[in-house]
């Protein structure tokens, strides 16, 4: 079955062409379950956005499902995100060959909709062909990128599949992520005391300083193979002739080993304490799980699935521990093992980012035989 490549950019290019921060995501979602629903697939969306912390999204995430026409056959998801990094107004598109890139100073949205477009043409295909399949399940998320939130708040019990494959990663095409670490994420408020800078900079105690103190102590960036830490963002000062009287500090910390992550954690919790105690001011640190480790066997079905289906399509295979974390990470934890696919999205979150319309037609072709692979598995 060769892949309709002209419809295959046209899909991607409608889908970054919507403007979807996190939160609003409705337009795009409303779009897919349309398309999807002249597939054949039943579509809802559950109620995650009233449950987002903060202020609530536009629509929930999408929840597609279509019955297969082969006994047996495990059920088998595939998950990507409508949302993007940034908000993408005005956004102009450069075609290059086989590379597609943002022409206006905006990211381009191929993380994850050069995810989402092999998806839904491979729908499509098995559509029309009507090629045997099993129970397919489509699992497409709002709120990823401000931390899995989607997922998350998504009922595990709506999900049918026994295995999950989600297209999240960069390439090559062919490689599986099989372990991605947790998080925890820091928000720690450091209050010392104001005073006027020149007049009376005895009397104050800067915040700006115990968090200073702290961090020039802090073991940060790569602590080891498994172990990543980071201060993200500090805000705190009213004028320069103010002594600080308060800072936020935002930060993370992640491992793929549960034990290294509380003791990373542990680590940048006393240190913010103990230095903000030594110049006489409080630290208040706030830590949030953002969400789960995990680790399947190289052995495992649905990494198995996978790369029969990779070497079915002719990309070679390799294995990878992600850094970063993905809806996968939440997939797991509700008992479904799932893996992470390449894409070809590169240079993600700048706006450098691009994607190759190539890798898209693999995508769509690995996706293809996993579910032919899947079919394959149930009738043995």
């Not at 989600?166 to 372990?179: C, E, H, I, N, S």
């Not at 198995?304 to 002719?314: I, N, Q, W």
């Amino acid at each position: 079955m060769s892949i309709n490549e002209p419809r295959l950019l046209d899909t991607f290019l409608t889908l970054v062409r919507f403007n979807t921060p996190s939160r609003h995501e409705k337009p795009v979602s409303e779009w897919a379950a349309a398309y999807l629903e002249k597939l054949g697939f039943t579509v809802e969306f559950d109620d995650a956005h009233l449950r987002l912390p903060g202020e609530p999204g536009s629509i929930g995430n999408l929840i597609a499902f279509k019955k297969g026409t082969v006994e047996g056959a495990p059920g088998i998801f595939f998950s990507s995100h409508f949302d993007t990094v940034e908000p993408t107004p005005g956004l102009e598109i450069a075609l290059d060959g086989d590379i597609i890139t943002a022409a206006s100073d905006t990211i381009l949205g191929a993380d994850d909709k050069c995810g989402m477009a092999p998806i839904l043409e491979a729908m499509t295909q098995l559509h029309e062909s009507g090629e045997p399949h099993g129970d397919i399940q489509l699992l497409l998320t709002i709120c990823e990128e401000i931390g899995l939130v989607g997922a998350r708040l998504l009922d595990p019990t709506r999900i049918k599949a026994k295995y999950g494959f989600v297209l999240d990663a960069g390439p090559p095409v062919g490689q599986l992520t099989y372990a991605a670490p947790a998080q925890n994420s820091f928000r720690v408020t450091i209050t010392g005391k104001q005073s006027h800078a020149g007049a009376a900079p005895e009397l104050g105690i800067s915040a700006i300083v115990a968090a200073s103190n702290a961090i020039s102590k802090m073991t940060l960036g790569r602590i080891d193979a498994q172990t990543t830490a980071n201060i993200g963002t500090i805000h705190g000062g009213l004028a320069r002739n103010i002594v600080p009287g308060e800072v936020v500090i935002i930060a993370e910390a992640r491992s793929r080993v549960q034990e290294k992550l509380v003791a990373q954690t542990a680590h940048m919790k006393e240190t913010f304490e103990r230095e903000a105690t030594a110049l006489g001011a409080t630290a208040h640190v706030q830590i949030i799980g953002e969400y789960p480790a995990f680790r399947l066997e190289k052995d495992s079905p649905v990494l198995a699935l996978a790369a029969r289906a990779a070497e079915a399509a002719g990309f070679p295979v390799s294995y990878v521990e992600s850094g970063g974390g993905s809806d996968g990470n939440h997939f797991n934890a509700y008992g479904i093992p799932t893996t992470v696919l390449a894409t070809g999205m590169e240079k993600v979150h700048t706006h450098d980012e691009f994607c190759r319309l190539s890798d898209m037609v693999k995508d769509t072709q690995w996706i293809l035989e996993i579910v032919r692979a899947a079919v394959t598995a149930g009738v043995q």
